[in-house]
């Protein structure tokens, strides 16, 4: 992802299997033009220790919100791993379209706060329509 | 059932062994044998948390799973046991003479390991340690999820054995 974005807004870290997190990155750029606001990650071909160090080594300017797909992936361990040494860092995992959307365009102040109510839209946003 | 599968593989609990093989194959229990994890309320904790509940997750060293192995084989329930690093598998099965194979599910770059397959990177000591293994009596084969080959260890090393 390119390093320019919004300097007022929080960033946070997407990271996942495959292309997961340039994928759903793709999308919330077709929709908002806000994609810039991601720091897009993969774990493919990764042993534990470097995930660890590469999501280290986003932790800078102000980035302490970390989105992962899987709540057992090893992204998610990793980031966990990284919490333990950063009380700041917000992990939100089994993060999807929606909730990734409501982060950006959330008004909350502190990145934080903007984490737990893009979690909040993403779990609600998952919903079984069946025909009776 | 028992152990349906002993996995090598540097990540441990991780998506495609709770996903990629837990669903297919309904495991219900996996064991996660080593020494440092074994030792560390916060590392088990750690796994603890990523795995789904109706999965349960069993913590041990080297010499807790040789003692405990029969009680993971006699198990009615299908399991997979997980070393991180091959010395470990090693370890084990040199105390269970019951296991007969070994899966190498991801063993990823780090210095003085080269490239055998797009997850297998090996020095030139693991690649010892495999043959050992199989020179045990131990089929050893490579295979990251159930829909990929299985790819037999002569096959991974380059060694041609016919």
Redesign the interface.
């Given at each position: 992802m390119s390093d320019e974005h919004t300097p007022d807004k929080a960033r946070a870290i997407v990271v996942g299997h495959g292309e997961f997190s340039a994928g759903l990155a793709s999308a919330v750029q077709q929709i908002t033009g806000m994609a810039d606001r991601f720091i897009c990650l993969s774990n493919t071909g990764m042993a534990p220790g470097d995930i660890e160090a590469v999501l280290r080594s986003h932790l800078t300017g102000g980035t302490t919100v970390i989105f992962t797909d899987l709540p057992a992936g090893s992204a998610t361990l990793a980031a966990r791993r990284v919490a333990r040494d950063m009380p700041d860092l917000v992990l939100v995992s089994g993060v999807n379209l929606a909730t990734l959307l409501d982060f950006v365009c959330s008004p909350a102040t502190s990145p934080a706060e903007a984490a737990r109510g893009a979690a909040e839209r993403g779990r609600a946003s998952l919903v079984v329509l069946e025909r009776h | 059932m028992g152990i349906f599968l002993y996995r090598i593989d540097?990540?441990?609990?991780?998506?495609q062994?709770?996903?990629g093989w837990g669903q297919p194959h309904d495991i219900r229990f996996l064991v996660l044998v080593d020494d440092l994890v074994a030792s560390s309320d916060?590392e088990k904790d750690?796994?603890r948390?990523?795995?789904?509940p109706e999965m349960e997750i069993r913590f041990a060293d080297v010499q807790t799973a040789i003692r405990d192995h029969a009680t993971y084989a006699a198990d009615p329930r299908p399991g997979i046991l997980i070393t991180g690093e091959i010395s470990v598998m090693h370890r084990l099965v040199s105390g269970v003479k019951a296991i007969g194979s070994v899966n190498l599910g991801g063993i990823?770059?780090?210095a003085g390991r080269k490239e055998k397959l797009?997850?297998i990177f090996l020095t030139p000591d693991e690649e010892r340690e495999l043959l050992a293994l199989e020179s045990a009596g131990v089929e050893v084969t490579a295979q990251d999820v159930p829909g990929a080959r299985a790819v037999p260890l002569a096959e991974v090393l380059g060694v041609d054995n016919r």
């Open positions: - | 540097d990540r441990l609990i991780h998506g062994v709770v996903v916060w750690l796994y948390m990523a795995v789904p990823h770059h780090r797009r997850y």
